[in-house]
């Protein structure tokens, strides 16, 4: 299988981490860039998005929810990545989680609009603001005391890009005990063997 993805992305990265999490060993990961219009990723995803997962046979699985949940089902080891179907509690904090990354993409696009000179600030406090209410909500909701699942997975993806890519949001103010839950889990090596930085 191979993974089409890029270094920047949080979403691929949440896959990058996933795979090495259920200790799957048969995918190639290949550097694309979205935004060039490669023939390869127009081919396998009409929406020129990464991440995108082509299977042996040539099919192609996205979005990131898609390929995760493809992932888990190739697992042997007894790893769960997921939470069970009736867990409506930790589905809606997987659906906000999936909200506050598109809202964190959403503002890294904004801020590249405003280097451009065509920013919206209404836009750019409209994703600032629903970040900082999700992650003050996850942050008092205890999600960092759970057991390790794909949510804290894409916790982790979501405030490291949020560093890289949005570094003067200050989320950690609304949300200490994900700051202090976030700094010890970059040492290990899913996340740092995916680092964007
Ligand atoms: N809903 C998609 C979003 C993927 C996405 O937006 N990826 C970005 C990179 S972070 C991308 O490929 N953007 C290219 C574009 O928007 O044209 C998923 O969960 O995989």
């Known amino acids: 299988m191979k993974l089409l993805y890029s270094v920047a992305s949080p979403y691929a990265r949440a896959v990058r981490v996933a795979w090495r999490y259920l200790h799957l060993t048969n995918i190639d990961e ?102 900082l209410r999700a992650l003050q909500h996850l942050d008092k909701s205890g999600i960092t005391a759970e057991p390790f699942d794909v949510r804290h997975i894409m916790l982790k993806c979501i405030v490291d890009y949020l560093d890289f890519r949005c570094s003067e949001l200050n989320w950690r103010n609304v949300a200490p005990a994900i700051a202090l839950w976030q700094r010890p889990l970059s040492q290990v090596s899913l996340f740092a063997e995916t680092s964007p930085c």
């Open 30 to 131: 290949q550097l694309c860039d979205p935004f060039e219009d490669g023939a390869e990723l127009l081919e396998a995803n009409p929406l020129a998005k990464v991440p995108c997962l082509i299977i042996d046979g040539g099919a192609a699985i996205y979005d990131s929810e898609v390929i995760l949940r493809y992932l888990a089902t190739l697992s042997q080891g007894g790893t769960k990545l997921f939470f069970a179907a009736n867990e409506w509690q930790a589905a809606t904090q997987f659906s906000l989680l999936k909200g506050v990354m598109d809202a964190a993409f959403g503002l890294r696009m904004e801020i590249r609009r405003f280097e451009e000179h065509c920013g919206s600030q209404q836009w750019l406090m409209r994703h600032e603001q629903a970040i």
